[in-house]
T-cell receptor, first 109, second 115 residues
Framework: GQNIDQPTEMTATEGAIVQINCTYQ??????LFWYQQHAGEAPTFLSY????GLEEKGRFSSFLSRSKGYSYLLLKELQMKDSASYLC??????????FGAGTTVTVRA | ETGVTQTPRHLVMGMTNKKSLKCEQH?????MYWYKQSAKKPLELMFV???????ENNSVPSRFSPECPNSSHLFLHLHTLQPEDSALYLC??????????????FGPGTRLTVL
């Protein structure tokens, strides 16, 4: 089966940086996605990595190492609105996404 | 309407009831998905449709019955559910199946409670 691990909860201060790690063991690899989900809302796409390295998109960056089965999502200059659950998902074939259980990030003033 | 919409947003039903969840995507996509999200658990893929044909049935009990009448609409028919089926049911769509980026766009979900 697929195994996607990420921490359950993280807390950080407004203006700080938080790094959410994700490790995976899957039967195949065809890309890794990060989604943000606010309570009671739809998951929304944040980033996509298919090759090793860093992808930067404003305050959010995502890193991938395929040989290590490892990714992280970096959130910079944290704002209160960044309090949400962050979902790591690995696509192991043409379309099937396997999700981690999500990391709940709480930003404190 | 834009994006992916789902109705109803909340549903409470008894174990003997029959109800249906509706999903509509306004993105011109060809693939649609049903996921189940239980508290503190990963999203579980239930069904996948591509161009109205089912391509994935992820060992889902027969009390859940999907229907895809066209590429914009997806239904999940529910009958004789169990309390453990209480969860958030999310619909998603993507341009296609297959290689490439193919980001999945999610709807807001239906919060289902089975009494």
């Amino acid at each position: 089966g697929q195994n996607i691990d990420q921490p359950t909860e993280m807390t950080a201060t407004e203006g700080a940086i938080v790094q959410i790690n994700c490790t995976y063991q899957t039967s195949g690899f065809n890309g890794l996605f990060w989604y943000q989900q606010h309570a009671g809302e739809a998951p929304t796409f944040l980033s996509y990595n298919v090759l090793d390295g860093l992808e930067e998109k404003g305050r959010f960056s995502s890193f991938l190492s395929r040989s290590k089965g490892y990714s992280y999502l970096l959130l910079k200059e944290l704002q209160m609105k960044d309090s949400a659950s962050y979902l790591c998902a690995v696509r192991d074939g043409d379309y099937k996404l396997s999700f981690g259980a999500g990391t709940t990030v709480t930003v404190r003033a | 309407e834009t994006g992916v919409t789902q109705t109803p947003r909340h549903l409470v039903m008894g174990m003997t009831n029959k109800k249906s969840l509706k999903c509509e995507q306004h993105l011109g996509h060809n693939a649609m998905y049903w996921y189940k999200q239980s508290a503190k658990k990963p999203l579980e893929l239930m069904f996948v449709y591509s161009l109205e044909e089912r391509v994935e049935n992820n060992s889902v009990p027969s009390r859940f019955s999907p229907e895809c009448p066209n590429s914009s609409h997806l239904f999940l028919h529910l009958h004789t559910l169990q309390p453990e089926d209480s969860a958030l049911y999310l619909c998603a769509s993507s341009q296609d199946l297959g290689q490439g980026f193919n980001e999945q766009f999610f709807g807001p979900g239906t919060r289902l409670t089975v009494l």
